[in-house]
């Protein structure tokens, strides 16, 4: 297995019980708070989803889970559990309504309820994303080349299957907008200048060779061209 971690979402289902079904959300929701994890999460009932940061791709894994949960409240309940979510949604406070049905968001160490996820999704995705890859520097200081190579494969086809926006994609993380702009080519030059001072560091320290310094420095991609090409390293 790959020491280099997906940016995609972690999903984890869990078992709940219909006499308190907040319960395992509730004791969940305790276990994150006290990772202090800075990440993106999602947790109702039935399924925790994890992202390393709160990208399209995890605020869309969090709806199809409430969609699974209440799917199984059907299952379960039939047509009664919605006068049930009904009832209790009136007398029960928001934080522990949405553990028994909506779920929660945990954005950041800050708690958000489920019932607001649109309007959280467009505070945290805006028009710009910059997604983080998970251990890139160390993954960097091992100076195997195809543990990026193999990740940064399956991210580009990814990418390249959405034509409509403007992405740009380097070994420590991706950037997607939803057009080009100033900030867009900002934020890419700022994250390219970042990755480069990694890859000095540890050439000055001999910690990779020159020649791994410019095979790493290869894996430049963008939906523009111009962007998509290596820039020196000064």
Known sequence: MSILLSLRPIVTRRTFEMA???ASAREELLRIQKLNDDGAWYVNPMFTVRSAAPDAAFFEEAQNRLGAFFGEMRRRLRSHWRGKRLIDKSRLSWKEFSLTYDGVFLIHGQLRECRDLNTIANECLGDLQVTPTADAVRILQTGDLSLFEEFLKLEREELESYPEISWFLIPSCR???????S????????????????????????????????????????????????????
């Not at 950037?175 to 702009?181: D, F, G, L, N, R």
């Open 20 to 22: 308190d079904q907040a």
């Open 175 to 181: 950037i997607v907008a939803a057009k080009h702009s």
């Open 183 to 234: 900030r867009f080519e900002a934020e890419c030059k700022k994250q390219w200048q970042d990755w480069n001072r990694n890859i000095r560091r540890l050439r000055k320290q001999d910690a990779i060779t020159p020649e791994f310094a410019a095979e790493v420095r290869k894996l430049r991609f963008s939906s523009d061209s111009s962007l998509g090409d290596p820039l020196p390293l000064s």
